[in-house]
């Protein structure tokens, strides 16, 4: 079983201050981790993923993770926020399944989401 | 197309009646899921498409609720004899062959049952 637990469900910080927005997991098995962002009236988008490489982890606009088994983490930051990160930010674990139609897949289960709103 | 698209954007219904949501997947991409984002709540997984395999639904929340991929691409969730708590946001992703990590979402369809 996997599940992800995202500690704050709404973070405001102010334009230019640095950015924490938290992600604890818990996984069977060696997990990847991803985050995704989703904009007003947008679709998710992608912003990093952690597949047992690099432990820290660089996305899209500025944002990256740290992967820290030892406490079961994968907390997002970016040193400096602007406006237009104002969004929803999801925190993903995935893990590889047989389904019950016998084929694979690798199963998503996200957490409950974080609102960040950046003020002026 | 450039991206996943959905339609429609917005759909307003009344409970009971039936309604129909389209995805139009990434061309070329053999998977393709659906999920449910309520209020507050992460992203429920609905069901999901790989190719010409059955496919998993194990995530449907009840009988009410049926999905298809017609040709490997289009896909339709069919929710019938809607109730107010059906009301979120459904959306669809695909996954291009070889790289089944990464899901590309559409916007989704915001779905409100009065």
């Not at chain 1, 973070?11 to 098995?29: A, D, I, K, M």
């Not at chain 1, 998710?44 to 432990?55: H, V």
Request: hydrophobic letters at 30%.
């Amino acid at each position: 079983a996997q599940s992800v637990t995202q500690l704050d469900s709404h973070v405001s910080v102010s334009e230019g201050t640095p950015v924490l927005l938290r992600c604890n997991y818990s996984s069977s098995y060696s997990p990847s981790l991803f985050w995704y962002v989703q904009h007003p009236n947008k679709g998710l988008q992608l912003l990093l993923k952690y597949t047992s490489a690099a432990t820290l982890v660089k996305g899209i606009n500025g944002f990256e993770a740290e992967f820290k088994k030892s406490e079961t983490s994968f907390h997002l930051t970016k040193p400096s926020a602007h406006m237009s990160d104002a969004a929803e930010y999801f925190c993903v674990v995935s893990s590889y399944f047989i389904s019950n139609s016998g084929g694979s897949n690798y199963k998503l289960t996200f957490g409950k989401g974080t609102l960040l709103t950046v003020n002026p | 197309g450039a991206g996943v698209s959905q339609s429609p954007s917005n759909k307003v219904t009344e409970k009971g009646k039936d309604v129909e949501l389209r995805c139009d997947p990434i061309s070329g991409h053999t998977a393709l899921y659906w999920y449910r984002q309520s209020l507050g709540q992460g992203l429920e997984f609905l069901i999901y498409f790989q190719g010409n395999s059955a496919p998993d639904k194990s995530g449907l929340p009840s009988d009410r609720f049926s999905a298809e991929r017609t040709g490997g691409s289009v896909s339709t969730l069919t929710i019938q004899r809607t109730q107010q708590e059906d009301s979120a946001v459904y959306l669809c992703a695909s996954t291009l062959g070889g790289q089944p990590l990464t899901r590309y979402f559409g916007p989704g369809t915001r779905l409100l049952v009065l």
